[in-house]
């Protein structure tokens, strides 16, 4: 996986179960099916593959991280997952039976046992879900870090009400600057001067043992942008607590994953080595099989988008843009016009945002089926993309990110994507920043077998509107 998500202590038996529900839906399928009986000729076909289907329901549940069990994680993210585990696991039987030969597998079973393994596997999993959360309770939790940090931490953990964490307060530099900011604000319920932080401000970063020791909290959260040697101490001393400490991570520390623990005489050293970012011939490989056939399935699709692009809106059908690929060299990209013609004379540069007025009609529906990345087909079969990767930015972005966040030139170090894990575990408004570490953690996870996950969670979030684009 590209993110480690800890196994839970009880995902055997977990296995067990979801093996059992799969099976146990296809018996009742056969009664179904066969008035409650279960016919020698049409049942022996299922009694033969039924260890591969079983380890093939597995596998895909595995796929889609349903056996990391989190109670931070959102029911919608559990459910599509679980559809298309059990989706997947159909095409498999399917395809089992033709190459064993195995006819007599009645194919009506197979619907109905996908309904009924989704109806079983969905109350069964909702059931675990909801019990690991109240397992969890609510946690109370701080935020050592610069004050700018810890509030757009604090919101968006506050805003995320799936953590199940409750923000007591804010750990921040001294209370001369922090009041500055705090009242740089709007005024509260219209009053001038009455301007207050949405989170409370316990003391100063310099005194956090004495508030850490004096406040009653479960977890600690440090904010990226604190000198090294204060989060050692913090991390220390949080350990010796025995509090559980969330680090959000400095981009060099994004590097540090993967990295071998090695011995130079007595001095333990990590080495932190390239990222996977050269010649792949297995992975432009994979991009150009799964490319060219991908493009022919979808050229009838692409054909009736043109025409409802062209009928919709005065304009080109493609839209080119001048985008950054690997090396930092530029490559025209191509996508299916969403917005109106010349949409940014007037403005310059802008991103495009989630109810964007520039979006024609059927140029909204295409971003939200993400069908309008469909020609991008193209630039990967020409060696511009790959089918995975960061998503390519515009030079004027490029110039300015580079400007403002320290490493952003890392993530032209590899080919872009059309997909990504940004834009599969982000959300459509995750910073760049953000979208930078999953980018890093994909250039130090880069092989086929992590593409070919990100590429089945990508059909997931298809039908997820609030992830990344």
Partial sequence: ???????????????????????ISIIFAYLIRFNFTLPAENFQPYLQLFFWISLGSIFFLNIYHLYAISPRTRWDDQFYSIVMAVSLTLMLSISLTYISANYAFPRSVFLISWFLQLVFLILWRY????????????????????????????????????????????????????DEQCHAGEPEDGLPGRTVCRHMILGEIEDFAEILAGTSCDIVIVAPSLEASLKESIVCYCYSMGKEV??????????????????????????????????????R?????????????????????????????????????????????????????????????STGPVFAVEDDQRATRIGRFLRLSRLDEL?????????????????????????????????????????PGITGIAQIAGKYNTGPREKLVFDLLYAKKNDVLVDLQILLHTVKVLFMRNKAS
């Fill in 246 to 283: 969330f680090l959000v991570p400095e981009l060099y520390e994004v590097l540090l994953v993967k990295a071998n623990l090695n011995l130079i005489d007595d001095i333990p050293v990590f080495t932190v080595q390239d990222s996977n970012g050269g010649a792949n011939q297995v992975k």
């Fill in 127 to 178: 059931f675990l879900w909801k019990t690991t959360k109240k397992a969890l309770g609510i946690q109370s939790a701080l935020i050592i870090g610069s004050l700018s940090d810890a509030m757009e931490i604090a919101d968006r953990f506050v805003d995320f009400q799936e953590s199940h964490m409750n923000i007591i307060g804010i750990i921040t530099e001294k209370q001369g600057s922090a």
């Fill in 1 to 23: 996986m590209w993110i480690n998500n800890s196994k839970s202590k009880h995902s055997i038996l977990i296995m067990l179960i979801d093996a059992f529900l799969i099976n």
């Fill in 375 to 415: 020609p991008q087909l193209i630039n990967v079969i020409k060696g511009d993309m790959s089918l995975v990767g960061p998503r390519p930015e515009r030079p004027f972005f490029v110039e300015r990110y580079e400007k403002e966040i320290e490493g952003y030139t890392h993530r032209h170090r590899i080919k």
């Fill in 285 to 345: 490989s994979l991009d150009l099989v799964i490319g060219l056939a991908a493009f022919v399935l979808t050229l009838p699709v692409m054909a009736v988008v043109a025409l409802l692009v062209k009928l919709d809106s005065p304009g080109p059908v493609i839209y080119k843009q001048e985008r950054v690929t690997k090396g930092g060299r530029l490559f025209t990209l191509y996508k299916f016009r969403t917005m109106i013609q010349d949409a940014e004379e």
